[in-house]
């Protein structure tokens, strides 16, 4: 076995994924509550792979009501290296229509209210999320699309927004003056949170739609929802494609260790019961510092 476990959050519309082999749902319990489901572990070639439906079985739990945190905190309990993360978006721009790929590389966060760190009084850090995902990873996942027939492009800015409303007509065209390329509800906070777990991310986002903003058109739930199932079985074969082009040793990421920078408070003065939660996520930075 490789020093590979992948994490593969899959979001609307792709609720598992094909070629597990050996594979079991296991329960994870976390310090910040339940996660969105069990996760289904298992193994693809020479990689461990651990797949968590982001919404839950069945699409039970809205954006707005994720908890982020436990689901983070169960990939690293079970010792996930790299998360994968599928989500299913609206395009912003002409040039990514419905059925196309998005490789997102920058986030602008308009969630409001969602726990978006692990970390908090006594016990402060600031991670740099300048470049929030993993550009390796990431450019392993734009040669598994372009491998799997996805129309794929390997960059892309992704607007968070709150939901559980898709936009006005005004708030898309507010964020195609932005420079957004794409639009969803569920990559923020979850990539801060994979950031302070030193967990690589990347995010691949499923055009469902066209948002609002071209003339005389709304997003529209049924034709979503047709769209989901040909996207999910090109992210089904993207996920084959990435975990077989994975060499059979990971090197190590600058992201492993990214809390060794972020750390401020003082051994000291650290609040013990915060330090408890976090014995997965920031384990082993506390315990080197």
Known sequence: MSGWTLGIIGGSGLYGVAGVEDGRWETVETPWGPPSDAC????????????????????????????ARANIDALKRLGVTDVLAISSVG??????????FTVV????????GRPSSFFGPGLVAHVSIADP??????ALAVDAARAAGADVSPTGT??????????????????????????????????????EAELPYALVGMVTDYDCWREGEAVDTAEIIA?????????RALVQHLVAALPEERPASPIDTCLDAAL????AMRDPALVALLDAIAGRALRSS
Request: glycine share 8%; net charge positive.
């Open 40 to 67: 289904y572990v298992g193994r693809m070639g020479h990689v461990r792979v651990v797949f968590l439906p982001r919404h839950g079985r069945g699409h039970r739990i809205p954006p707005s009501d994720l908890n």
């Open 227 to 235: 769209q989901l199932g040909a996207n999910a079985a090109k992210a």
């Open 264 to 267: 401020l408070t003082a051994p």
């Open 158 to 195: 992704y607007l968070a927004m709150e939901g559980p409303q898709f936009s006005t007509r005004a708030e898309s065209r507010l964020y195609r003056s932005w420079g957004c390329d794409v639009i969803g509800m569920t990559a923020m906070p979850e990539a801060k949170l994979a950031r």
């Open 91 to 100: 395009s912003l721009v002409e040039d990514r229509p419905p059925g196309s």
């Open 105 to 112: 590389d920058q986030f602008i966060d308009r969630t409001r």
């Open 133 to 138: 995902v993993c550009s390796r990873l990431s």
